[in-house]
């Protein structure tokens, strides 16, 4: 994987961040680049790489009057573990600001046990906002106990919280497959569009949108089976993570991203790994809406070939 190169495609330049992420291998100046990219869904993945390496906390916060709802949600969620006075302050611009009802949902979600702190701070700067959440918040309910192919304790709870809504928005299919062919088409194929590397998602229809909303926010919680992963490192520095298609004596071919195969020989190879986890890196979500997510689950689950 050669990481300096600039792809084209945002949901490239995307998963090649989780990759890099899932080797140890994302520097913070690629990193801190990506903060600032031109796509939208880059910017939000980037922020909740920061989140999870709990780096850039003042480039994140930067980003609390991106021109997209997307990356302010991530910005959200990025200040769960924050200290309280850096939380508290990114929330309440957030909150301030935010028009769209889900993302005010994750914002309050985001505030967890600094609500009432975060609310009073809204006060001062706009009462009726603050008002207005309080009786929001009322009415939430839990969302990890929505899911219950979910576990509530699982690491990607934050994740869980934020997209519960999708189970019960309504889907439109046509932008649902304008998302599966920027997010998904580059590794998946379904109803003849896409390519490929990891398993098809035509069965999709049957499993229904709560498991496979599930599938989407923890891709290692079900590994399909005849889908192992290779990681390569070559004697240059080089490394090439893909679906181990074959194995010989003189060499070791991976598909990758975009469904080429790599063929590398063995006198290249320094190390071999075989990591037992999916080649979906976690995190690829961001960037989407709750909607955007209902619209995705709406065309893999009765999409296919009737939707224009």
């Known amino acids: 994987m050669h990481t300096r190169k600039h792809h084209r495609m945002p949901a490239t330049r995307l998963l090649a961040l989780h990759v890099l992420r899932g080797l140890n291998s994302l520097e913070a100046s690629t990193l801190a680049k990506a903060l600032q990219d031109r796509n939208a869904d880059v910017r939000a993945g980037a922020v909740r790489l920061c989140a999870i390496a709990e780096a850039n906390p003042g480039l994140v916060s930067a980003l609390v009057n991106d021109p997209s709802a997307r990356v302010r949600a991530e910005v959200a969620w990025a200040f769960v573990s924050r200290p309280a006075g850096e939380k508290q302050n990114a929330l309440v611009t957030l909150l301030d ?31 009726q906002r603050a008002a207005e959440l309080r009786q929001l918040f009322g009415k939430k309910q839990t969302a990890a106990a929505a899911l219950p192919t979910l576990s509530p304790a699982s690491p990607r709870a934050e994740a869980i919280a934020m997209y519960q809504p999708a189970l019960t928005l309504t889907g439109n299919a046509t932008k649902g497959r304008a998302t599966f062919e920027t997010r998904c088409a580059v590794c998946h194929r379904f109803a003849g569009r896409g390519t490929g590397v990891g398993p098809d998602l035509d069965a999709s229809r049957l499993a229904g949108r709560e ?24 004697r240059s520095g080089e490394t090439v993570l893909g679906i181990l298609t074959n194995e010989t004596p003189a060499g070791i071919t991976l598909r990758i991203a975009g469904g080429v195969d790599r063929v590398v020989r063995r006198s290249e190879i320094a190390k071999v790994e075989r990591p ?23 065309f893999l689950t009765s999409g296919g070939p009737s939707v224009p």
Do not use: C, F
Not at 100 to 105: F, S
Not at 212 to 232: C, D, F, H, Q, V
Not at 276 to 298: I, K, T
């Open 97 to 127: 600001h935010a028009e769209e009802p889900w993302l005010r949902h994750a914002t309050l979600a985001a505030a967890g046990n600094d609500l009432e702190s975060v609310l009073g701070a809204l006060d001062k700067r706009n009462p």
């Open 211 to 234: 498991k496979l909303l599930g599938n989407i926010l923890e891709p290692s919680r079900e590994i399909t089976a005849g889908y192992p992963l290779g990681l390569l490192e070559t």
């Open 276 to 298: 037992a986890r999916s080649l979906m890196p976690e995190g690829l979500e961001a960037g989407l809406s709750p909607q955007e997510m209902a619209d995705l689950l709406e």
